[in-house]
């Protein structure tokens, strides 16, 4: 069996890795546009991300539920797990 840190190997190429997490998540009372305007800057650095498959595949299967991992926002995730539930 590997070791368990191989399963967080990808994290350490991380563009996001010792940067502030502030752009990933929301704050709480964060308005409508606020957020999508952040989000849409967290996308912008995971779409330079080498890791940005691993990471939106390790959120996935995580059912993370909060935050931009991978590119892809918590709704946009929820959205793809239902969709993918549907589908079967
Ligand atoms: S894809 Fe985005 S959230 Fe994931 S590791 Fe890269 S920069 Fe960070």
Do not use: H, Y
Request: glycine letters at 10%; one cysteine or more; hydrophobic letters at 35%.
């Amino acid at each position: 069996m590997a070791p368990t840190t191989a399963a967080w190997q990808w994290q350490l190429d991380a563009v996001c890795r010792g940067s502030s997490s502030d752009i990933f998540f929301s704050p709480s009372g964060e308005g409508r546009t606020a957020r999508r305007q952040r989000e849409d800057q967290a996308k912008v650095l995971c779409g330079q991300c080498p890791v940005i498959s691993q990471c939106r595949r390790f959120a996935l299967a995580a059912n993370e539920p909060f935050g931009v991992w991978g590119g892809m926002t918590a709704r946009e995730r929820a959205l793809r797990r239902t969709a993918e539930r549907k589908a079967g």
